[in-house]
């Protein structure tokens, strides 16, 4: 219980920030999603069940308040929270490694937004926008989840405890 | 439900994400026609415009915590550019004031076709309240030579003093020993017009005075140059009688109006040469 009132502070903060704020003040398309990020945080510290729960509906408030397509924020995160989820499910990661596995889940969540706004007829050049936005957006995102994961970590327990 | 969350949970998320998926591309492919994606998003329009409006205030808030040196930089740029206008619109006062000067001047010139002049502008003023002196920025490159008269749109300035290459000095009728014969224009009555008359310091008009007994002068009568003496064109305008005194004796003097504005005046008229013969 107590968990949740850390929880759903962080997942609202997280939403007002991606929906509202950031929007208005990245710069040169540099972004990082904090949704995203506190549902890989919530998954890499306490249960990947809280991490799905904060991407899913999240993911799917953002695309209400900020996006076109509904759902599909939604889904990219559930897409990075399932691999992080399969990279940390065998092993406690350390923290440098933890950091490696949040940049890759990320990363294929960016690929699943870029594709989907590719196939549906964005016009953008991948190269460019890979490096200057999207590559240092993939890095914030993935350093902002150890703080969250630090924040949304079960009372009495390591960081990084396994479940 | 509850066991399969609690267990395979991947499992869920997976459903979950196909499902996502076919939603994004529903409301993708079918915009603005998807129901489920109207209804959302019609419920959630009071709440996007409420948080915009909060978001608007808190993004204000956090650009001047975090970004002071931004709004500086924007208020620094917003000041130059009013700055900027500011000098714009003071040239285009002053253009449009010239403009005006030298319409008046142009005016003139064609009102009398009969005499040859140099423009010139004033480059320096006496410090003298009364500016017994102005110089102008034409000299002997221009044909201007000492004794020439100059003139404005509303009267005579006074007369060149001292001429050099590209400039000349010009004593002003301010000077209180400067004179000029004149004519009544009305009776064609002579006289000598100059020497200040003030009352209580304050500069009225000039003297006009050697007029010829029980003269036929009122208040209101134009006087022009009479040409004697050959320095001043004959028919330009000296000014306008304010008042006229008589002694007792039949014998006349009046105070005639300076209507040049000698303080403030910029342009003026050398008078290098008429088409007529002018005594």
């Known amino acids: 219980m107590k968990r949740l009132w850390v929880m759903i502070p962080v997942a609202a903060i997280a939403i007002l920030l991606d929906s509202f704020l950031l929007p208005n003040l990245s710069h040169n398309g540099i972004r990082p999603l904090f949704v995203l990020a506190a549902a890989l945080g919530a998954a890499a510290s306490t249960k990947v069940q809280d991490g799905i729960v904060i991407a899913l509906i999240g993911g799917l408030l953002t695309d209400l308040f900020a996006n076109p397509y509904l759902g599909l924020s939604a889904a990219a995160y559930l897409v990075a929270v399932v691999i992080l989820y399969g990279f940390i499910r065998k092993n406690r990661p350390k923290l440098l490694m933890l950091l490696v596995f949040a940049l890759v889940a990320c990363t294929a969540s960016e690929a699943m937004i870029l594709g989907f706004s590719l196939i549906l007829g964005a016009r953008f050049s991948i190269l460019n926008r890979l490096l200057t936005a999207t590559l240092p957006s993939l890095i914030l995102e993935a350093l902002l989840v150890l703080p969250l994961a630090a924040i949304l970590k079960p009372a009495g327990k390591g960081t990084f405890d396994r479940r | ?279």
């Open chain 2, 1 to 279: 439900m509850r066991k399969l969350w609690k267990n395979r949970p991947l499992l869920i998320a997976w459903i979950a994400i196909v499902l996502l998926i076919v939603l994004a591309a529903f409301t993708a492919f079918a915009r603005g026609t998807a129901p489920v994606d109207g209804l959302f998003r019609n419920a959630s329009a009071p709440v996007i415009e409420a948080l915009h409006r909060a978001q608007t205030q808190v993004q204000a808030f956090f650009v001047r915590v975090f970004d002071p040196s931004g709004v500086q930089a924007e208020n620094d740029r917003l000041k130059t550019q009013v700055l900027e206008q500011q000098q714009q619109l003071a040239l285009l006062d002053e253009t449009e004031r010239e403009n005006a000067r030298l319409t008046e001047l142009l005016n003139f010139v064609q009102a009398n076709p009969n005499m040859r002049y140099v423009s010139a502008s004033v480059i320096g003023r006496d410090s003298n309240p009364y500016l017994d002196t102005v110089m102008l920025n034409a000299g002997t490159r221009s044909g201007v030579t000492e004794k020439m008269a100059v003139l404005t749109a509303d009267g005579i300035v006074g007369r060149v003093s001292e001429v050099g290459p590209n400039w000349c000095r010009v004593r002003t009728m301010c000077n209180d020993e400067m004179r000029i014969s004149v004519m009544v224009q009305r009776t064609r009555d002579e006289g000598m017009l100059g020497g200040l008359y003030e009352e209580d310091g304050i500069l009225i008009g000039l003297k006009l005075y050697y007029l010829p007994n029980n003269a036929d002068i009122q208040v209101g009568d134009v006087i022009r140059t009479s040409g004697i003496g050959g320095f001043f064109p004959k028919g330009l305008y000296a000014g306008t009688v304010l008042s006229v005194n008589e002694d007792g004796k039949g014998n006349y003097d009046a105070i005639v109006s300076l209507d040049v504005d000698f303080l403030h005046f910029e342009n003026a008229l050398v008078v290098v040469g008429t088409d007529e013969a002018v005594e």
